[in-house]
């Protein structure tokens, strides 16, 4: 739960600076950096943008 809200909060950033594409390595190391006791995988994290941009209706680029 507390991931989804870390990388929503980086999407939303992310589309108010302009809309620049969020990859799944800069993710992971957003989420890792906000959540440092929190073990967080790269299957997760790519996993939770999946579903994000499902619900945001956004382009995915693979």
Known sequence: ??????LL???YNRTLK???PV?????HAFVSG???DQT???QEVASILGHLAAELDADVTV
């Open 1 to 6: 739960r507390n991931v989804r809200r870390v």
């Open 9 to 11: 909060g980086l999407v």
């Open 18 to 20: 302009g809309g620049e």
């Open 23 to 27: 990859g799944v390595a800069e993710a």
């Open 34 to 36: 906000k959540l440092p």
């Open 40 to 42: 967080v995988s790269r």
